[in-house]
């Protein structure tokens, strides 16, 4: 491993040291402890400072060494217990779950019916309430996607599509959005049998095994098709793109991983390359829907040198009824970091209502992305704030426009 020089930098992007403080949850701080032999793998202490990352990659995109932090992390995790750091116990559930997405429908379903109990009986500083925001949208109408149809459009093509658990299972509104908005740009959609998650969750806790596992059976599923594989959520995307690097020691996978993500297309891009100019004219007297457009920390650091940032403002930008607001700073970490707003939840919901505030500051009506796990860490963020803004997926939104501007004006 490259040597650290301990200069600080990571120190000053880090969205944990930022609200702790502490030095041992910066990146020099955890890679110091790495070398002290006497250290590694041992204690509670050490597994809970470990464990207080969010692998957003920051550091990394600005280390004068170019040291993958994330990697020597989730290397120090792969030693630890199952059940390491705060709330261990969730988070290997969580990660099991994740194992067999399927189990997240009847949990939809009881969400969605909870949703409705609490938006008629709780009150709203109820803790219940804000852990069932997540299906508070649906259980109102305001996330379901519109028909669209661009003219000239002929169907062309069929592309396999990676919906990701949280838009197959946990909100389908995503998927079905995403079938609508390409089939008016002339595609169809297809899902293979047989896609696991992505494996994310897995490799971050170290789990290297199980992330191979999911790996395997997603490789497999999608050698079944060919051409391009659309893929809708930014945390699967970034994770897809790493797939050869889980096989470094096995040629033969990795032959078969380089061969899938050379078809990997996520959707942002897709969409900036077909969408029309000029998706809806603005209707006379109505204010334009103001959006703010949040960056996954995965398209910002996560993708070995590039980023996807322009392409999804691009396409929004391509509907003359929205007006795309921005950070007069820059985009910032939102906290969830995958699992671990279930690690660390204190930590998580600092990070999460210090960026709220700025954003809110902006008055938006509605905040996007194409990250599940952000778009879930918004939805909480919202009902928290008792803002009367809307959490849509990049696809639902485009979906929804105009209507949705009609709505909210």
């Given at each position: 491993?490259?040597?650290?020089?301990?200069?600080?930098?990571?120190s000053v992007?880090?969205?944990?040291?930022?609200?702790?403080?502490?030095?041992?949850?910066?990146?020099?701080?955890?890679?110091?402890?790495?070398?002290?032999?006497?250290?590694?793998?041992?204690?509670?202490?050490?597994?809970?400072?470990?464990?207080?990352?969010?692998?957003?990659?920051?550091?990394?995109?600005?280390c004068?060494?170019?040291?993958?932090?994330?990697?020597?992390?989730?290397?120090?995790?792969?030693?630890?217990?199952?059940?390491?750091?705060?709330?261990?116990?969730?988070?290997?559930?969580?990660?099991?779950?994740?194992v067999?997405?399927?189990?997240?429908?009847?949990?939809?379903?009881?969400?969605?019916?909870?949703?409705?109990?609490?938006?008629?009986?709780l009150?709203?500083?109820?803790?219940?309430?804000?852990?069932?925001?997540?299906?508070?949208?649906?259980?109102?109408?305001?996330?379901?996607?519109?028909?669209?149809?661009?003219?000239?459009?002929?169907?062309?093509?069929?592309?396999?599509?990676?919906?990701?658990?949280?838009?197959?299972?946990?909100f389908?509104?995503?998927?079905?959005?995403?079938?609508?908005?390409?089939?008016?740009?002339?595609?169809?959609?297809?899902?293979?049998?047989?896609?696991?998650?992505?494996?994310?969750?897995?490799?971050?806790?170290?789990?290297?095994?199980?992330?191979?596992?999911c790996?395997?059976?997603?490789?497999?599923?999608?050698?079944?098709?060919?051409?391009?594989?659309?893929?809708?959520?930014?945390?699967?995307?970034?994770?897809?793109?790493?797939?050869?690097?889980?096989?470094?020691?096995?040629?033969?996978?990795?032959?078969?991983?380089?061969?899938?993500?050379?078809?990997?297309?996520?959707?942002?891009?897709?969409?900036?390359?077909?969408?029309?100019?000029?998706?809806?004219?603005?209707?006379?007297?109505?204010?334009?829907?103001?959006?703010?457009?949040?960056?996954?920390?995965?398209?910002?650091?996560?993708l070995?040198?590039?980023?996807?940032?322009?392409?999804?403002?691009?396409?929004?930008?391509?509907?003359?009824?929205?007006?795309?607001?921005?950070?007069?700073?820059?985009?910032?970490?939102?906290?969830?970091?995958?699992?671990?707003?279930?690690?660390?939840?204190?930590?998580?919901?600092?990070?999460?209502?210090?960026?709220?505030?700025?954003?809110?500051?902006?008055?938006?009506?509605?905040?996007?992305?194409?990250?599940?796990?952000?778009?879930?860490?918004?939805?909480?963020?919202?009902?928290a704030?008792?803002?009367?803004?809307?959490?849509?997926?990049?696809?639902?939104?485009?979906?929804?426009?105009?209507?949705?501007?009609?709505?909210?004006?």
């Open positions: 491993m490259t040597s650290c020089a301990k200069c600080g930098a990571c992007v880090c969205p944990v040291y930022r609200v702790t403080g502490q030095e041992a949850h910066t990146a020099r701080g955890k890679i110091h402890l790495t070398h002290i032999p006497e250290l590694l793998g041992k204690g509670a202490v050490y597994e809970d400072i470990f464990s207080k990352c969010l692998l957003c990659g920051a550091c990394s995109a600005v004068p060494r170019g040291i993958d932090v994330c990697r020597e992390v989730v290397q120090a995790r792969s030693v630890f217990p199952a059940l390491y750091g705060a709330h261990g116990y969730k988070k290997y559930l969580a990660r099991k779950v994740l067999h997405p399927e189990i997240l429908t009847p949990l939809r379903v009881l969400g969605r019916a909870g949703a409705e109990f609490v938006s008629r009986y009150p709203g500083e109820s803790g219940l309430r804000l852990r069932l925001a997540l299906f508070q949208q649906e259980v109102e109408g305001q996330s379901i996607p519109q028909d669209v149809v661009f003219s000239g459009r002929p169907q062309q093509e069929m592309l396999a599509y990676f919906p990701g658990c949280t838009g197959r299972y946990l389908p509104e995503i998927a079905t959005s995403c079938h609508s908005l390409v089939a008016a740009l002339g595609y169809s959609l297809h899902v293979p049998e047989g896609l696991s998650c992505c494996g994310l969750a897995a490799l971050s806790a170290g789990d290297r095994r199980e992330a191979r596992s790996a395997r059976k997603n490789i497999t599923a999608l050698e079944q098709s060919s051409g391009p594989v659309l893929i809708s959520c930014a945390s699967c995307y970034a994770h897809l793109r790493r797939y050869g690097e889980l096989f470094e020691d096995d040629s033969d996978w990795r032959v078969k991983a380089d061969a899938l993500v050379a078809r990997l297309v996520e959707l942002s891009c897709f969409l900036d390359q077909h969408l029309p100019q000029g998706l809806a004219t603005q209707i006379s007297g109505k204010k334009k829907l103001r959006v703010y457009y949040h960056d996954p920390c995965h398209f910002r650091y996560g070995e040198g590039v980023k996807i940032m322009k392409e999804p403002r691009k396409a929004l930008g391509r509907n003359p009824d929205i007006d795309l607001l921005e950070l007069p700073d820059g985009p910032e970490c939102c906290g969830q970091g995958g699992l671990f707003h279930v690690g660390a939840p204190d930590i998580s919901v600092l990070i999460r209502d210090a960026l709220a505030a700025k954003v809110l500051a902006l008055a938006p009506d509605v905040i996007t992305s194409t990250c599940s796990g952000c778009l879930i860490q918004w939805r909480l963020a919202i009902e704030s008792g803002a009367p803004v809307r959490v849509l997926h990049l696809a639902e939104l485009l979906t929804s426009s105009p209507a949705c501007a009609g709505d909210l004006s």
